[in-house]
């Protein structure tokens, strides 16, 4: 099942995307530490592009959101990517995981109903699409930034 979300970008647009960029792909601990192991190779990788800071500020987030929700509800193994298109000069980043976990982790299982559920708001915010994808054995969730003001 794909799920996507794209506001500004036509259907046939997300179906027929050009070739990326590979920035590269890194396995990340499930832990909740992952999270910030993920911004700070997202802000390496920015700082070589030369994106400015308050485009980078809004990859970074998107980044953490993605990250922290795959090891609040999924199962490892936890994979991180990044890529770019150089034609929309969009950052492409994908979290792959191990598939919806059973139980949630200590954080999101600690917390109120009403602290749940703002992450994807957040992302659609943020993102010019974004949205997921189960495949065999793991579940892949992505989102597209714009990284020019």
Known sequence: MTCTYAPD???????ARRPRASVGTWPLAHRPEAAGEARKITKEVLTRWSVAEEVADSVLLTVSELVTNAVEHA???????????????????EVSDGGPATTHGDWAASCT????????????????????REEPGHAIHWADVTTVP
């Not at 970008?9 to 179906?15: A, E």
């Not at 749940?116 to 997921?132: N, P």
Request: no cysteine.
């Open 9 to 15: 970008i036509p259907l046939r647009q997300i179906t």
């Open 75 to 93: 199962r490892p193994p936890l994979n991180f990517g990044l890529s770019r298109d150089p034609g929309t000069r969009r950052m492409h980043i």
């Open 113 to 132: 109903p009403d602290e749940h559920g703002r992450g994807l708001e957040i992302i659609d915010q943020l993102t010019a699409a974004h949205g997921d």
